[in-house]
């Protein structure tokens, strides 16, 4: 069948180009997309070049490269041996393309309940991300929570964290807009890291620090300032991507003195079959956003910003090199071709 594909065929560049995938297993599934979410930060990084995008397979310099993990669509084929979703079904599709048919084994789609738009249901596999980093600081409720980066996944992580029964929620950004986006979406303290007293302000309204903080900055500069926010034996996930190991912290006075724990929370540091305490797979924790936004826990509807055609998607990327005000949330509707 012919697909309609955004590639990066070479760094800085941006292309929708048609292309021959059929399905190759019993159990594939494949989905006419609707929806699919544009991840800036992982996008960014891949349409530029940079080598630390593949997990354990970095260092990766090879292009051309295709992503978009996160979409939602309508089943028009299964395989023979798929059970649990047919024709006509909505689904999450995760580890998708920005494509506009995907092709998945059927462990790689979820069902939409009803009440769940498209736009809505494209968010929930990129909210697993930041919710595996919470499960692992073993979040207690009532406890202070920080958040340090203020991009899509911080922002998603605000809204869980005060889900969970975090308090005070804190987001730390140096854009005004996202520290807004942060307090409309139930951050109860925004702050910029490069105020005078920064640190002091944080301790301030959490009683001497944060028990909990999820670092999405992925920079050294942004881990060393959520350090200086800490409680003593505060845990710290490592949730932004740290692709620069050049890292300058004290880990003596900073880590070591005051018992720190830090977690690296990237999201494939999961199990891939079985959830247990702290550990969910992606399938389990898909469910659980889906689940929290069914039952008025949770609500993303706040956060969908822009829509793009898929033919749009040379501009889009390229703002998304050049712009770093570029929406939180954008997504490339394919409804639109």
């Given at each position: 069948m012919?697909?309609?594909?955004?590639?990066?065929?070479?760094?800085n560049?941006?292309?929708?180009?048609?292309?021959?995938?059929?399905?190759?297993s019993?159990?594939?599934?494949?989905?006419?997309?609707?929806?699919?979410?544009?991840?800036?930060?992982?996008?960014?990084?891949?349409?530029?070049?940079?080598?630390?995008?593949?997990?354990?397979?970095?260092?990766?310099?090879?292009?051309?490269?295709?992503?978009?993990?996160?979409?939602?669509?309508?089943?028009?084929?299964?395989?023979?041996?798929?059970?649990?979703?047919?024709?006509?079904?909505?689904?999450?599709?995760?580890?998708?393309k920005?494509?506009?048919?995907?092709?998945?084994?059927?462990?790689?789609?979820?069902?939409?309940?009803?009440e769940?738009?498209?736009?809505?249901?494209?968010?929930p596999?990129?909210?697993?991300?930041?919710?595996?980093?919470?499960?692992?600081t073993?979040?207690?409720?009532?406890?202070?929570?920080m958040?340090?980066?203020?991009?899509?996944?911080?922002?998603?992580?605000?809204r869980?964290?005060?889900?969970?029964?975090?308090?005070?929620?804190?987001?730390?950004?140096?854009?005004?807009?996202?520290?807004?986006?942060?307090?409309?979406?139930g951050?109860?303290?925004?702050?910029?890291?490069?105020?005078?007293?920064f640190?002091?302000?944080?301790?301030?309204?959490?009683?001497?620090?944060?028990?909990?903080?999820i670092?999405?900055?992925?920079?050294?500069a942004?881990?060393?300032?959520?350090l200086?926010?800490?409680?003593?034996?505060?845990?710290?996930?490592?949730?932004?991507?740290t692709?620069?190991?050049?890292?300058?912290?004290?880990?003596?006075?900073k880590?070591?003195?005051?018992?720190i724990?830090?977690?690296?929370?990237?999201?494939?540091?999961?199990?891939?079959?079985?959830?247990?305490?702290?550990?969910?797979?992606?399938?389990?924790?898909?469910?659980?956003?889906?689940?929290?936004?069914?039952?008025?826990?949770l609500s993303?509807?706040s956060?969908?910003?822009?829509?793009?055609?898929p033919?749009?998607?040379?501009?889009?990327?390229?703002?998304?090199?050049?712009?770093?005000?570029?929406?939180?949330?954008?997504?490339?509707?394919?409804?639109?071709?």
């Amino acid at each position: 069948m012919k697909v309609k594909q955004i590639i990066f065929p070479r760094p800085n560049c941006a292309e929708l180009i048609e292309t021959e995938k059929s399905p190759k297993s019993p159990l594939d599934v494949v989905v006419k997309t609707a929806v699919s979410t544009i991840s800036p930060g992982t996008e960014r990084a891949n349409i530029t070049g940079d080598p630390n995008v593949a997990g354990k397979r970095a260092p990766d310099t090879t292009f051309p490269r295709s992503v978009g993990y996160s979409s939602a669509g309508t089943v028009v084929e299964v395989g023979e041996a798929v059970t649990s979703v047919k024709p006509g079904d909505r689904v999450i599709v995760y580890w998708g393309k920005h494509q506009d048919y995907n092709i998945v084994p059927e462990e790689r789609v979820v069902r939409i309940p009803d009440e769940i738009s498209f736009e809505e249901a494209a968010l929930p596999f990129i909210a697993t991300f930041p919710l595996a980093a919470i499960r692992k600081t073993r979040l207690e409720l009532g406890e202070s929570a920080m958040v340090m980066g203020l991009g899509l996944l911080g922002q998603l992580a605000i809204r869980l964290l005060r889900a969970a029964g975090a308090y005070p929620v804190i987001g730390v950004d140096p854009v005004a807009s996202r520290r807004d986006e942060a307090r409309q979406g139930g951050a109860d303290y925004v702050f910029d890291p490069f105020a005078e007293g920064f640190a002091d302000s944080v301790k301030a309204v959490t009683g001497g620090g944060a028990k909990v903080c999820i670092e999405v900055t992925g920079v050294g500069a942004g881990l060393d300032g959520a350090l200086d926010c800490m409680a003593r034996f505060g845990r710290v996930a490592l949730l932004g991507c740290t692709r620069d190991k050049n890292f300058t912290i004290d880990y003596y006075r900073k880590v070591h003195c005051p018992g720190i724990t830090m977690i690296g929370a990237h999201t494939n540091a999961r199990p891939t079959d079985t959830s247990y305490p702290g550990y969910f797979t992606h399938r389990d924790d898909i469910n659980a956003v889906l689940n929290l936004i069914v039952g008025g826990r949770l609500s993303l509807k706040s956060m969908l910003n822009d829509s793009y055609s898929p033919a749009e998607c040379e501009a889009v990327f390229e703002r998304i090199i050049n712009d770093r005000s570029f929406p939180t949330v954008a997504q490339f509707d394919w409804r639109k071709l």
